[in-house]
T-cell receptor, first 108, second 112 residues
Framework: RKEVEQDPGPFNVPEGATVAFNCTYSNSASQSFFWYRQDCRKEPKLLMSVYSSGNEDGRFTAQLNRASQYISLLIRDSKLSDSATYLCVVNYGQNFVFGPGTRLSVLP | SQTIHQWPATLVQPVGSPLSLECTVEGTSNPNLYWYRQAAGRGLQLLFYSVGIGQISSEVPQNLSASRPQDRQFILSSKKLLLSDSGFYLC???????????FGDGTRLSIL
């Protein structure tokens, strides 16, 4: 089993839609969690950290379920500019493990 | 504020040639530094990380090496490139091992 798995995608959604991405991780010792976005042929950029209580940043909501070893990202009111690949990242010790990513295309 | 610089942006090299990619960080001291590779359409693969000057940990055995001659400088090298070394190379820094990583613009390396 891979350390970090994500929805395979791609997700093609119309503007204004709500879309949710799921991520599971295998190492129960994982300590911190993040969502990154990566535009085509660009570097990954931090979108948000994920806290145990769940956290929200504008149209983005991240949730963590340690018991199920599951992380989610919800995007409300999708914009064309949200089109990118979303990477789930799990950290334990010195290890920072990136998931394979889920590609999102927001269509006009 | 902190910035990370990585160069060159693109590089085309023949098989068997040497490689040197440089990464520098400004605005912070004693950062953790990382080198990743991303093959086309694939996820990020951690190659090396460093928690201090001269301290390098290798994640994947290969014909690449890394060095950290100064606190905020991280260099990725190879004596002889292989076709399989093609990819998108990314340098990143973080304040600590459990803090988010911040990436440079990346170097797109093509081996001919």
């Amino acid at each position: 089993r891979k350390e970090v798995e994500q929805d395979p995608g791609p997700f093609n959604v119309p503007e204004g839609a709500t879309v949710a991405f799921n991520c599971t991780y295998s190492n129960s010792a994982s300590q911190s969690f993040f969502w990154y976005r990566q535009d085509c042929r660009k570097e990954p950029k931090l979108l948000m950290s994920v806290y145990s209580s769940g956290n929200e940043d504008g149209r983005f909501t991240a949730q963590l379920n340690r018991a199920s070893q599951y992380i989610s990202l919800l995007i409300r009111d999708s914009k064309l500019s949200d089109s990118a690949t979303y990477l789930c990242v799990v950290n334990y010790g010195q290890n920072f493990v990136f998931g394979p990513g889920t590609r999102l295309s927001v269509l006009p | 504020s902190q910035t990370i610089h990585q160069w060159p942006a693109t590089l085309v090299q023949p098989v068997g040639s040497p490689l040197s990619l440089e990464c520098t960080v400004e605005g912070t001291s004693n950062p953790n530094l990382y080198w990743y590779r991303q093959a086309a359409g694939r996820g990020l693969q951690l190659l090396f990380y460093s928690v201090g000057i001269g301290q390098i940990s290798s994640e994947v055995p290969q014909n690449l090496s890394a060095s950290r001659p100064q606190d905020r400088q991280f260099i990725l090298s190879s004596k002889k490139l292989l076709l399989s070394d093609s990819g998108f190379y990314l340098c990143a820094w973080s304040e600590d091992s459990d803090q988010p990583q911040h990436f440079g613009d990346g170097t797109r390396l093509s081996i001919l």
